[in-house]
């Protein structure tokens, strides 16, 4: 399988190469050439196999000849392997045709686990393949920081610096990243806001020698194998719903446009999925866009679901590329706008076209509180906020009803205990395995909020490992 990038002037380039350089070097996101299409026959074969299994189906289209089969299962299981529930991706029942896929099995509880375990995985058999080594570095206010941490842990070819705002994180999601004593994991507790962490990660990475000298790579989800590790999920819970032979509908809590934008590569593939519901908190560029046609950016408010509040979301632009009918050109034309005035608008057609496929709501602090509530008092079952936007009434009633509408549980609820407690009163509980977090030791460097610093910092870490490895 060959990939292209959404804006055309890249090199096009196979699976492990399109793993390696994440984000296309004419700015652009790579995509595949063609979707792989499975009939519903091939669809039935996959019914009552394992998660693994399905990923193995699912992912091998996409992979080519790029990775021996072989070694693409190793990789599945190992990846999976450290998940804490047999079905990986369980789904329950919250009412008629109303169903929730837990997607918080994986070690730090949030679903950006079933992407990165992966990539963590991949990462290190394609740098090993290659003999070469390579230099994460990322700034995190929350979910992304844990879950590349624990992914990339105890991995020889990588080392992975995280700055995190020094006080400024909830306490269980600074020691999920700070516990893990891995010798190629750097925390860095920066003496500064998060936004301040973000721009020393920019100009790092502006640094051209600096990058090439230690192989930098970032961890966002703009990277294609991360997309690819989402679509099983979809395909695995229809199954178990039964598609091929009844529609799906599913409902996304939404912030980088990454995890929806799987499922309609799920569609694309030929699964039956008639409707996508996009839910936002009150940051709702996504919102506003799928009612009006206009994107346009505005500040970003803290919210109690803190995972979706985004400005800009970057997986956007592979629908787009889709929806100009894969016109590269058009694509670029369009983000050029958009970095230079901060806003873009599709033509009426293109949003009809749109709407087909996706529905989108926003709910604000309190009504996310509300959902919390209900589905609690209804059915016994603790949510937390992000999986509450993808539970808002509303939003699931828009999914049609002869479909099955499967909302995405993308937290436990035990990550965001003070919301649940707020809208609740009880307290979620984590679970058994993560039940001494709160004793483990801590291992993190304090820096002051100056570039050369974190530089110098990164600098003498390196060349140390290079010394003990
Ligand atoms: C990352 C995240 C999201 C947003 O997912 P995108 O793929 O960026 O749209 C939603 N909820 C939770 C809990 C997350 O960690």
Known sequence: MKYHSTRGQAPVLDFADVVLTGLARDGGLYVPESYPQFSSEQWRKLRGKSYQEVAYAV??????????PDTLKTLID?????????????IIQLDTNHFLLELFHGPTLAFKDYALQFLGKLF???????????????????????????????KDTIDIFILHPHNRTSEIQRKQMTTVLSANVHNIALNAPFDDCQTIVKRLFGDLEFRDQYNLSAVNS???????????????????????DRSMSFSVPTGNFGNVFAAYVAKRMGLPISKLAVGTNKNDILTRFFNSGEMSTDVVSPSIAPSMDIQISSNFERLLFEAYGCNAEHVTKTMATFDQTGVFSVSPDVLAKLRETFVSARLDDDSIAQVIQETYQRSGTLI???????????????????????SLACAHPA??????????????????????????????TVLENDQAVVKAFV????ATRSGTL
């Open 78 to 90: 190992e990846a999976y392997a450290g998940f804490h529930h047999r079905a990986i991706a369980p």
């Open 459 to 462: 600098k003498e870490t390196l």
């Open 124 to 154: 290190d058999h394609l740098l090993q393949e290659r003999g070469e080594r390579l230099t994460i570095i990322g700034a995190t206010s929350g979910d992304t920081g844990s879950a590349a941490i624990e992914a990339c842990r105890d």
């Open 222 to 244: 703009i990277n294609w194998a991360r997309i690819l590790a989402q679509v099983v999920y979809y395909v695995y819970t229809a199954l178990n719903l039964g598609a091929p």
């Open 59 to 68: 992912m091998t289209p996409f992979i080519g000849s790029a990775i021996k």
């Open 384 to 406: 937390d906020p992000h999986t509450a936007i993808a539970c808002a009434p509303h939003l699931v009633q828009a999914l049609p009803e002869e479909s099955a509408r499967i």
């Open 415 to 444: 990550k965001f205990p003070a919301a649940i407690q707020a809208a609740v009163d009880v307290f979620p509980k984590l679970p058994s395995f993560l039940g001494d977090l709160f004793e483990r030791e801590e291992q993190f």
